[in-house]
């Protein structure tokens, strides 16, 4: 006996081989890749004096929530402090949201100036799960409007219509963050040229 190819099967020598075919079934879709699973807490911040800085910058790109940037890594700042004795997985990082201020909701305006007004300050951390997609553009616009800030980090998605976002990655939502394209985190201006490409990988940010 020999053996047939791998879409047929096996025949004694000298017979015909009967071949098998396999039909096509097409791929499905993308699934979204989770990377981190969201995450909720509370983090009590004191400054010395109503003027001195956190230890953090924010932006008011959300709708309902500060989201922070970056922090400034000064050991002497509130976020610092407290970021010292957090318990593990609760410290305050850069990408998180803040949601509630003294236990108050409201507007990222309104939040950031409740932060203003204290000098102590009880904040509700959320930090919000991350996602991978992938879209194919097949000719087809992205479909969705950007918004970022010049030191930023991330391009904030503030409307998804009609394109190949909507249709092949319906996960996507207005207030989610683009972290990096085809692999690549990059400066925001940056970013947003390099989704010009037909394909892309793109790691997002849930809103909270």
């Known amino acids: 006996r020999r053996a047939a190819a791998m879409s ?4 004694q020598e000298g017979e015909e081989a009967a071949v098998v075919v396999v039909p096509k079934v097409p791929a499905p ?5 989770e ?3 969201p ?4 983090a009590v911040l004191e400054r010395p004096t109503g003027g001195a800085p956190f230890g953090w910058a924010l932006d008011m ?3 309902d929530a500060l989201h922070i940037e970056t922090l400034s890594g000064d050991a002497s700042k509130a976020v610092a ?6 318990p593990a997985g609760m410290d305050i990082r850069a990408g998180d949201y803040i949601t509630r201020v003294n236990g108050a909701a409201g507007s990222a305006r309104s939040l950031a100036e409740l932060l203003v007004e204290n000098t102590w300050a009880q904040v509700t951390i959320q930090r919000a799960s991350i996602y991978v997609v992938e879209v194919a553009k097949g000719g087809k616009l992205l479909g969705v409007d950007l918004k970022y800030t010049t030191r930023g980090t991330n391009v ?3 409307e998804v219509r009609g394109g190949a976002v909507k249709e092949q990655a319906p996960e996507v ?7 990096t394209v085809n692999g690549k985190a990059l400066p925001p201006k940056d970013m947003v040229e390099a989704m010009r490409a037909p394909t892309l990988k793109m790691k997002l940010l849930a809103a909270p």
């Not at 047929?8 to 025949?11: E, F, I, L, S, T």
């Not at 879709?29 to 890749?33: H, Y």
């Not at 402090?81 to 957090?86: D, E, F, K, L």
């Not at 939502?173 to 972290?179: A, E, P």
């Open 156 to 158: 904030c998605i503030v």
């Open 39 to 42: 995450q909720i807490f509370d």
């Open 173 to 179: 939502r207005v207030g989610h963050r683009i972290l």
């Open 29 to 33: 879709p993308p699934k979204a890749e």
């Open 8 to 11: 047929c099967c096996c025949a």
């Open 35 to 37: 990377c981190q699973a």
């Open 81 to 86: 402090r407290y970021n010292a004795s957090a």
């Open 61 to 63: 790109l959300s709708q």
